[in-house]
């Protein structure tokens, strides 16, 4: 028990280099990233902000829709219908799968498994 004083030392020391991470990001969060459409290309199935919030539910129902259903036809919130595919009305705009889709999905720590049937879409040059 004569070194006790140098235990102790010993323990904040490693419990500061433990801790060093965590307490030094506090309160810095990797800023979200803004996904980017293709130039010259406005508008989408639905508003910006539906599509942030809810697109992989939107995507869901698209699949139950189309696959189980046999409809392909989605009336969106203005009433504009659209035709149900991922590959030939979402990625037709959404093309560059880096630069769109793997910029969040990355920041969420998210790995959907659209691409367990899809064909990953070869880059297009519309979006330098």
């Known amino acids: 028990m004569y070194d006790s004083g140098k235990v102790i030392i010993g323990l904040v020391i490693f ?17 979200m990233p803004e996904p980017q459409l293709p130039k010259g290309k406005k508008e989408c199935v639905e ?21 189980r259903d046999g409809d392909r036809t989605y009336v969106n919130h203005e009433g504009k219908k659209i035709w149900i595919s991922l590959q030939n009305t979402c990625m037709k705009c959404h093309d560059n799968k880096e630069v769109f889709c793997d910029k969040c999905h990355i920041y969420a ?6 691409w367990d049937c ?9 979006w330098n």
């Open 15 to 31: 419990v500061a280099i433990a801790t060093f991470p965590f307490w030094f990001g506090m309160g810095k969060a990797a800023p």
């Open 47 to 67: 508003s910006k902000e539906f599509m942030r919030s809810t697109h992989m539910q939107l995507l869901n129902e698209w699949r139950d829709q189309a696959l």
């Open 109 to 114: 720590n998210v790995k959907p498994y659209c």
């Open 118 to 126: 899809h064909f990953i879409p070869k880059e297009s040059k519309q």
